[in-house]
């Protein structure tokens, strides 16, 4: 089967511009994560979709980010305006359903720096 | 909130030779335990899971981790490691009492010498 589509793989702005992110998960998976994972640290999860519902968005800075997941599929992460501390590998991950146990299947990120 | 301490940031290790990398998490309540691994330029991926049962839980790749609820340790070994194995490993916890949400730890990178 297909794993987690995430695109572009690497995108470099400067601040105060705005970027957006994609994110197909594996075909039937339910629940929906993305994380941020700065260098040096394990990943830290920003929001996470059950169908086209948020879960989980407690640690989404929501000043500047948002995301979406229309009809309960892919989604979008957008970051406007970005800071220079965005910068960092976003991480999309995908599961059947919500609630444990369970396994998260991750994509290979989008690497974004910001000058 | 649960935390997890990779008291480890590198390991270094010769090739052929066994490893064990560290993990602690914070609480002894009953708790959900995995070790992740990461490649270079790649996402996630699962090596094991401790869910419940056996304390010894034998993972992809060779790798194996014991809990230890006592000392809350989950800590990862294998007994002969390969240049393949050079990667960035993490170890993550999930609280059986809340929510399914993982907390990662920092990371530990293993570095195999030839």
């Known amino acids: 089967e297909a794993g987690v589509a995430q695109s572009p793989r690497y995108k470099i702005i400067e601040k105060r511009q705005s970027v957006a992110f994609w994110c197909n998960p594996i075909?039937?998976?339910?629940?929906l994560y993305w994380y941020q994972q700065i260098l040096g640290q394990g990943p830290k999860l920003l929001i996470q979709?059950?169908?086209?519902?948020?879960?989980?968005d407690s640690q989404l800075p929501k000043d500047r980010f948002s995301a979406e997941r229309l009809k309960g599929v892919d989604s979008t992460l957008k970051i406007q305006p970005a800071k220079l501390e965005d910068s960092a590998v976003y991480l999309c991950?995908?599961?059947?359903?919500?609630?444990?146990?369970?396994?998260?299947?991750f994509g290979p990120g989008t690497r974004l720096t910001v000058t | 909130a649960q935390s997890v301490t990779q008291l480890d940031s590198q390991v270094p290790v010769f090739e052929e030779a066994p490893v064990e990398l560290r993990c602690n998490y914070s609480?002894?309540?009953?708790?959900?335990l995995f070790w992740y691994v990461q490649y270079p330029n790649q996402g996630l991926q699962l090596l094991l899971k401790?869910?419940?049962?056996?304390?010894l839980v034998k993972g992809i790749n060779g790798f194996e981790a014991e809990f230890n609820k006592s000392q809350t340790s989950f800590h990862l070994r294998k007994p002969s490691v390969h240049i393949s194995d050079t990667a960035e490993y993490f170890c993550?916890?999930?609280?059986?009492?809340?929510?399914?949400?993982?907390?990662f730890g920092k990371g530990t990178r293993l570095h195999i010498l030839p």
């Open positions: 979709f059950q169908n086209n519902g948020v879960v989980d």
């Open positions: 991950a995908s599961s059947l359903t919500s609630g444990a146990p369970y396994e998260q299947y």
């Open positions: 609480s002894s309540v009953s708790v959900y």
């Open positions: 401790y869910l419940s049962g056996s304390t």
């Open positions: 993550a916890v999930s609280d059986r009492a809340r929510d399914d949400k993982i907390i």
């Open positions: 075909s039937g998976h339910a629940t």
